[in-house]
């Protein structure tokens, strides 16, 4: 049998799309397991938590400490490949990557995005959600391109929108089934990768 797949996960906030995959993926599990988790920011809460969950590989590399966006790439593609990750994903990770990060990655890189792609692309996807009247909303998983949000879907899943619904309390429906679909559409991106 062949080894686990090495996972690497890139975040920017709170991380709980990350603890999901790390609970998913862990050190007993023989398709995959995390074993790298990268901020672009050290107050990002999610490194602690990838810290308490026993994640390997636990890294901030800080923004603005590097003196370009490309030298800055290089510092988390270098930690990727220190580690031979098999497959990076995105997990609030608010930093557009560039061109030559994304084919660095190509086919080997998801992100999880809080609606039914292809609507509401980038920010404020709740809201937008609630301002058109929809009556669901969802989550994607997708291969990252370097087109904000527009690669190849691997899976989606939706949810109503209900009465008396807030940005805050659809978010929360949208966030609980995130953390179920993730790790399914992790699993099927991972058939694809040799
Ligand atoms: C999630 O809603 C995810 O879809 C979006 O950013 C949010 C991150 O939340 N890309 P968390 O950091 O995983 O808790």
Same mark, same amino acid.
């Given at each position: 049998m062949s080894l686990p797949k090495r996972i690497g996960v890139l975040i920017s906030g709170r991380g709980s799309n990350m603890a999901?995959?790390? &609970?998913?993926?862990?050190?007993?599990?023989?398709? %995959?397991? +995390?074993?790298?988790v990268l901020a672009d920011n050290a107050a990002a809460q999610g490194l602690t938590l990838a810290r308490d969950l026993g994640v390997p590989h636990v890294h901030a590399c800080e923004y603005?400490?590097? %003196? *370009?966006?490309?030298?800055?790439?290089?510092? !988390?593609?270098?930690?990727?490949?220190?580690?031979n990750i098999d497959l990076v994903c995105l997990a609030g990770y608010m930093r557009l990557l560039s061109r030559d990060f994304c084919a660095q990655f190509a086919g080997k890189m998801l992100n999880i995005h809080p609606s039914l792609l292809p609507l509401y692309k980038g920010l404020d /996807?709740?809201?937008r959600a609630l301002a058109a009247g929809d009556t669901r909303a969802g989550c994607t998983v997708h291969y990252?391109?370097?087109? !904000?949000? *527009?690669?190849? @879907?691997?899976?989606? =899943?939706? +949810?109503? @929108? +209900? =009465?008396?619904? /807030?940005?805050?309390?659809? %978010?929360? &429906?949208? !966030?609980?089934?995130?953390?179920? !679909?993730?790790?399914?559409?992790v699993r099927a991106a991972l058939v694809n990768i040799a």
């Open positions: 999901t995959l790390a &609970r998913a993926f862990g050190p007993d599990n023989p398709q %995959a397991q +995390v074993v790298t603005g400490q590097y %003196a *370009s966006k490309a030298l800055f790439e290089q510092a !988390l593609i270098d930690h990727l490949q220190q580690q /996807t709740h809201q990252v391109t370097p087109q !904000l949000d *527009s690669g190849d @879907i691997v899976a989606q =899943a939706s +949810v109503p @929108i +209900v =009465a008396g619904d /807030t940005e805050a309390t659809l %978010a929360q &429906r949208v !966030l609980r089934m995130e953390h179920v !679909l993730y790790p399914q559409a």
